[in-house]
């Protein structure tokens, strides 16, 4: 593989996504590895896709400035790159007189934080905004800077604007070492302490698929972060994973509630919440459980129905009968509580984006920005005369005007085929998923980018057919086809034996 380079982003996430994206503005030769087949492949393609107002973070973090500034950012971002973001406002309610001064304490923070718009409001005008809410809820916290976004929408749309920008993604490349160039054996001290200050010599990435160098890292690797971060870093840090289980109910479920309903948070953060999400479902979750394993994403019918109990406290009448799948994703939590961003102590040239949990979703625009600029002042790099901030997302024949659609079909056929009937995908759509920048390579990598098999019947009916579009476009036989990257092919032996 070999290859050098300006900067090297380690990890495929949304935070590493967007970093960049903003690196893309200069004049830097700029690649980002991602160990899986695709971008947002690990924690950002299982959480809440809540854009957060940011009452909750405590003043003068990283979380808290962050936060404010991803969420200012959002509305912007998503006209941009074209993805789908829905300002619906949030609600914090609490149960009882003794939990009103949580709501006013959330209420100080949002005010100091810079969130506009906060108010607390009576259990009954809350009830007003949403009538589902139970009559127990006392009073609530109304945050109408509040959002949800679609985490894979804003994941692949700020990595296709990367790439199509001049930053080279490369997949299945998983890193297994990071060291600095000045540590060589046959250097001396006295030269590797004239680095300091600077990216020195850089540094040389070791990969399961050859070594790179680079005079800059940008470390967002998520769970692993602190691995690569303790190789070169003379500061440690620990970042172990929190499990949260989520159920999906069915697009018939969604006018259950309007606003992301939140209760008020607890030791382990801010609580099982009921939200809408923006393609139509009804998303409640997650739990929160501290395990060892940074692998381990598996649901238990325990933590599924502590969901269900804890969710009914604040919204009555949840149809659980439409449930249509559970699934669980893992958080990094570093011991610090905060994220941590900016130049790693004792490493010159490497940069942190390391303990991105909640609210890392929305953060993660600002991330980029603070990161990218950083590190080309470092560089002494220059903005792009060309760089351009737009990009178009796949077009979605389904929501279109009927004439619209009539006339997009007669130019196209491919359009007016249905794959997926649940989510109403045309082979149109699915095929532009796999021939466009960074295009799909696998099941899920459809799944990701046209919702094709989202649906109520969990790709039940669709599978056979998205498969052999995915196999014509990239020009492998069926059985070569995988739901997520290597080790997960869906057949053996061919599809006609």
């Known amino acids: 593989m070999g290859g050098k380079y300006d900067v090297v982003i380690i990890g495929g996430g949304v935070t590493g996504a967007a970093i960049a994206r903003e690196l893309s503005r200069y004049d830097l030769k700029t690649c980002l590895l991602e160990r899986e087949e695709d971008v947002c492949s690990g924690t950002s393609k299982a959480n809440s896709a809540i854009v957060h107002a940011g009452y909750d973070a405590k003043p003068g973090t990283n979380k808290a400035r962050m936060n404010v500034e991803g969420n200012r950012m959002m509305e912007e971002l998503s006209r941009e790159l074209d993805f789908e973001f829905q300002r619906n406002g949030s609600l914090v309610v609490c149960f009882g007189p003794e939990e009103l001064p949580a709501l006013e304490r959330l209420l100080e923070q949002g005010k100091q934080n810079g969130v506009e718009g906060l108010s607390i409001i009576s259990g009954e005008e809350a009830r007003k905004m949403e009538p589902n809410l139970r009559e127990e809820v006392y009073a609530a916290l109304h945050a109408p800077s509040g959002g949800i976004v679609c985490p894979f929408g804003l994941t692949i749309a700020l990595a296709e604007n990367a790439c199509d920008n001049g930053v080279e993604f490369r997949f299945n490349t998983e890193v297994t070492e990071v060291k600095r160039l000045e540590d060589k054996e046959t250097e001396d001290k006295e030269t590797a302490d004239k680095g300091a200050g600077t990216a020195g010599g850089g540094y040389r990435i070791r990969t399961l698929r050859g070594d790179l160098e680079t005079r800059f890292v940008v470390n967002a690797a998520g769970l692993y972060a602190d691995v690569f971060h303790n190789m070169v870093s003379s500061k440690p840090i620990s970042i172990s994973p929190r499990r949260g289980s989520y159920w999906l109910l069915d697009k018939e479920s969604a006018p259950c509630v309007n606003h992301t309903v939140f209760q008020v948070p607890g030791r382990f953060g801010k609580g099982v919440l009921v939200t809408p999400t923006v393609h139509g479902n009804l998303l409640l979750g997650p739990t929160a459980v501290d395990i060892d394993d940074k692998e381990d994403t598996r649901t238990t019918a325990g933590e599924l ?193």
Request: net charge positive; with cysteine; proline share 6%.
């Open 305 to 497: 129905e502590d969901i269900r109990k804890k969710a009914s406290r604040s919204v009555r009448d949840i149809p659980f009968s439409r449930v249509i799948t559970s699934f669980a994703g893992l958080r990094a939590r570093e011991e610090g509580d905060d994220f941590v961003l900016g130049k790693a102590p004792g490493a010159p040239g490497f940069f942190d984006a390391a303990g991105i949990d909640s609210p890392g979703l929305t953060a993660a625009p600002a991330i980029g920005r603070f990161l990218a600029g950083q590190i080309a002042r470092a560089a002494g790099a220059k903005e792009k005369a060309d760089f351009n901030p737009y990009r178009k997302g796949i077009v979605k024949a389904a929501a279109l005007p009927l004439q619209d659609r009539a006339k997009l079909i007669q130019k196209d056929p491919a359009y007016g085929t249905i794959v997926c009937r649940c989510e109403q995908i045309s082979e149109g759509e699915i095929r532009d998923a796999v021939t466009r920048t960074l295009g799909a390579k696998s099941m899920d990598g459809i799944k990701r980018r046209v919702r094709a098999g989202m649906g109520r019947c969990q790709a039940g009916f669709c599978t056979p057919g998205v498969m052999e579009i995915l196999a014509r476009k990239l020009g492998l036989p069926p059985e070569e086809i995988c739901k997520n990257g290597d080790g997960s092919r869906l057949l053996e032996g061919g599809m006609g034996q």
